[in-house]
């Protein structure tokens, strides 16, 4: 698992790039995320506080959801709590694609002005595994504070989805 984070100037935006691998090929681990029953077992496994699938649409051709997740307060560094002054509210909408394994992600953060936008793209590997890869970005527009609450959700976004990526190898070996 690898993640660069970049970003500088107060104006632009903080870039993230995160790879997940996993040890399964990429239609296996597709057909998971794009799975009602993965992302509701992934929620209660690793969702926080108050978890809930809001929304779940699939097609012939996409699958698309909202995600609510929960971060207590007493998890989040000092600079995030003294501005939330409460947990952290997740909200994150994801569109998948089948053809090409690509998706779209979009999260908020409840009491922040800010968000994450970002592509996700999943493919094979050699030897059978796959791998995902998440390309974004992080802005959040609080003068002086914006730069290091950036930093703080790309590198919480890049904990969270190596978090999943564990759950969702776990969870396709329990339905081998």
Same mark, same amino acid.
């Given at each position: 698992m690898v993640t660069?984070?970049?970003? *500088?100037l107060?104006?632009m935006?903080?870039?993230i790039e995160?790879l997940t691998?996993?040890?399964r090929?990429a *239609?296996?681990v597709?057909?998971a995320?794009?799975?009602?029953g993965h992302l509701r077992?992934?929620?209660v496994a690793?969702?926080?506080?108050?978890p809930a699938?809001?929304a779940?649409?699939?097609t012939? =051709?996409?699958t698309?959801? $909202?995600?609510?997740?929960?971060? !207590?307060?007493?998890?989040?560094?000092s600079? %995030?709590?003294?501005?939330? +002054?409460g947990d952290?509210v /997740?909200?994150r909408?994801?569109?998948?694609?089948?053809a +090409?394994r =690509?998706?779209t992600?979009e999260? @908020?953060?409840?009491?922040?002005p #800010?968000?994450l936008?970002? @592509?996700?793209t999943?493919?094979d590997? =050699?030897? #059978? +595994? *796959?791998?995902?890869?998440l390309a974004?970005q992080?802005?959040?527009? /609080? !003068?002086l504070m914006?730069?290091?609450?950036e930093?703080? /959700? %790309?590198e $919480?976004?890049?904990v969270?989805l190596?978090?999943e =990526?564990?759950?969702? @190898?776990?969870?396709?070996?329990r339905?081998a």
């Amino acid at each position: 698992m690898v993640t660069t984070v970049n970003g *500088s100037l107060r104006d632009m935006a903080r870039r993230i790039e995160h790879l997940t691998t996993f040890p399964r090929p990429a *239609s296996e681990v597709y057909a998971a995320l794009v799975d009602e029953g993965h992302l509701r077992d992934r929620l209660v496994a690793l969702g926080g506080t108050d978890p809930a699938l809001v929304a779940f649409t699939t097609t012939d =051709a996409t699958t698309s959801y $909202q995600l609510k997740q929960g971060v !207590p307060a007493d998890k989040l560094p000092s600079v %995030a709590r003294g501005l939330l +002054g409460g947990d952290l509210v /997740i909200e994150r909408a994801e569109v998948w694609t089948e053809a +090409g394994r =690509a998706g779209t992600v979009e999260v @908020t953060l409840d009491g922040v002005p #800010g968000r994450l936008d970002g @592509t996700f793209t999943l493919a094979d590997t =050699a030897g #059978g +595994g *796959s791998e995902l890869t998440l390309a974004g970005q992080v802005k959040v527009g /609080i !003068p002086l504070m914006g730069g290091k609450l950036e930093k703080m /959700i %790309a590198e $919480q976004v890049a904990v969270l989805l190596d978090k999943e =990526a564990e759950f969702t @190898t776990e969870w396709l070996a329990r339905r081998a």
